[in-house]
């Protein structure tokens, strides 16, 4: 190894006679000793880094953020809650009322309101959400177990052959209807527009013509006991060889829980406790109307 090369300024001839780099090496002050740095090696990006989107950054002001807390659950589908309490009915049967003035039949439902009773409260403090409890008709104690006589008795009622909760708005709607007060048939006014909810007649398994409404195969003309069938149930090699999810085929028809909106109260009779609206009932007989409000 060469021996490295001392510089000593007081044996140098003078400076204009030096060469250009000693000249620099004299001119330049010391740089100041520095601890070793350790060289990575990574890929630089020429993009910024991106910030996670706000998707409440549009949000109107107007409207508070959604929260999870019950009561404010509860008030942004209030508008979709009962203001007031239903009640319970019984369909009795079907007429037709003729108007005075253009002669105009209309067909009607008649219902029935049996003893209908507010049985209990459910508040948002101690169930989330505010609600009317609701007993129609009436039962034997001995048909009904203790703890339900115990929760007749702490209301002051009869034993109720159903019972049906109306989710109501606010704690207003419960001062309407207070525990133990019945609900006669003048819960309801001429001209008032009610909702009627109930289960429709079960069927039992039905073929594709009574349940869809299909055509079936000609009566004649080479047809041979396959005249109510429902024909193919789908192609062979074209369409994969499969049957399409949805295909309208024979099975269980009716029994499903069915709303008609928008009845039009058109006579109330409280002493008889008759109800009647108008349109087809799609109900049978003895079938309890899960909501009339």
């Not at 300024?9 to 001119?27: E, M, T, Y």
């Not at 403090?125 to 505010?130: L, T």
């Not at 159903?162 to 207003?172: A, G, T």
């Not at 069927?203 to 349940?211: A, T």
């Amino acid at each position: 190894m060469p021996p490295s090369l001392l510089i000593l300024s007081s044996h140098l001839p003078p400076s204009f006679l030096l060469p250009r780099l000693h000249r620099l090496l004299l001119n330049t002050p010391p740089k100041p000793l520095l601890p070793p740095t350790q060289q990575t090696r990574s890929i630089r990006s020429i993009d910024p880094p991106r910030r996670p989107r706000n998707r409440f950054i549009n949000h109107p002001t107007s409207h508070p953020l959604p929260t999870s807390h019950p009561r404010e659950a509860l008030k942004r589908k209030a508008f979709t809650l009962l203001p007031r309490t239903g009640a319970l009915a019984i369909k009795k049967g079907m007429s037709a009322i003729f108007a005075p003035e253009t002669g105009k039949r209309t067909a009607v439902t008649i219902l029935q309101l049996d003893r209908n009773q507010v049985v209990a409260h459910k508040t948002l403090r101690r169930e989330g959400y505010y609600a009317v409890q609701v007993g129609h008709g009436v039962r034997l104690a001995s048909n009904v177990s203790r703890p339900m006589q115990g929760h007749y008795a702490r209301a002051g009622t009869s034993p109720k052959r159903d019972l049906v909760e109306f989710q109501v708005r606010d704690s207003d709607a419960l001062g309407k209807s207070p525990v133990g007060q019945l609900l006669p048939a003048s819960w309801f006014r001429v001209g008032q527009w009610v909702d009627a909810r109930a289960n429709c007649k079960g069927m039992g398994f039905e073929g594709g013509m009574k349940r869809h409404g299909m055509h079936g195969q000609p009566a004649s003309h080479g047809v041979s006991l396959t005249h109510r069938a429902m024909g193919s149930a789908g192609q062979s090699q074209g369409g994969g060889s499969r049957v399409y999810p949805g295909k309208r085929m024979p099975g269980r028809m009716g029994g499903q829980r069915v709303t008609v909106q928008n009845l039009k109260v058109v006579r109330v009779d409280e002493g008889a406790g008759l109800v009647v609206v108008t349109g087809e009932s799609f109900l049978v007989f003895r079938c309890l109307e899960g909501k009339v409000y």
